[in-house]
T-cell receptor
């Protein structure tokens, strides 16, 4: 059973556009929601994260929007660049420090 | 500073053989996680070590999989009698605080 559902599976965006990736969860015990960026041949790297006590967090061009009542959260990449082309994973952590990951979104930013 | 390292980077083995994958976490990190990443899939949790506590083994897919962490540092993931479905990238992550994981580059395992 997939604890965190992620969409879309792949995304193609023009340079300068906005990339949006969505995730949904069911377990209300989750209390930490990170996003990871993974380049080919590398391990995932933490990009940005949010806790459920806030509805939005912004770091540079990256923003997480969090809707606690809908149990959904999304990553927005503003002014997308070719260097942003990578696979993005959302995740959720429960109080037992266990992480559950989405299935990933392959983002391609076209110059 | 040094990040999480894993060895080998690639491992090709024959079905039925045992393999050992190694993870060197960041010095001082008390938590260590193992994940499996299959092609086109997300990260599947395998096992979690936290300090001297008993590990959380709830993600290990079968009794062919085991892991240990010696001296609270280096960890070894062992897969016995490997099967073709074990082919995947095995990722290790460590953390000092519970929420910030640092991942290694992974070991790509191919079972022929």
């Amino acid at each position: 059973q997939q604890q965190v559902k992620q969409s879309p599976q792949s995304l193609i965006v023009q340079k300068g556009g906005i990339s949006i990736i969505n995730c949904a969860y069911e377990n209300t015990a989750f209390d930490y929601f990170p996003w990871y960026q993974q380049f080919p041949g590398k391990g995932p790297a933490l990009l940005i994260a949010i806790r459920p006590d806030v509805s939005e967090k912004k770091e540079g061009r990256f923003t997480i929007s969090f809707n606690k009542s809908a149990k959904q959260f999304s990553l927005h990449i503003m002014d997308s660049q070719p260097g942003d082309s990578a696979t993005y994973f959302c995740a959720a952590q429960n109080t037992g420090n266990q992480f559950y990951f989405g299935t990933g979104t392959s983002l391609t930013v076209i110059p | 500073g040094a990040g999480v390292s894993q060895s080998p980077s690639n491992k090709v083995t024959e079905k039925g053989k045992d393999v050992e994958l190694r993870c060197d976490p960041i010095s001082g990190h008390t938590a260590l996680y193992w994940y499996r990443q299959s092609l086109g899939q997300g990260l599947e949790f395998l096992i979690y070590f936290q300090g001297n506590s008993a590990p959380d083994k709830s993600g290990l897919p079968s009794d062919r999989f085991s892991a240990e962490r010696t001296g609270g540092s280096v960890s070894t993931l062992t897969i016995q009698r490997t099967q073709q479905e074990d082919s995947a990238v095995y990722l290790c992550a460590s953390s000092f605080v519970p929420d910030t994981q640092y991942f290694g580059p992974g070991t790509r395992l191919t079972v022929l």
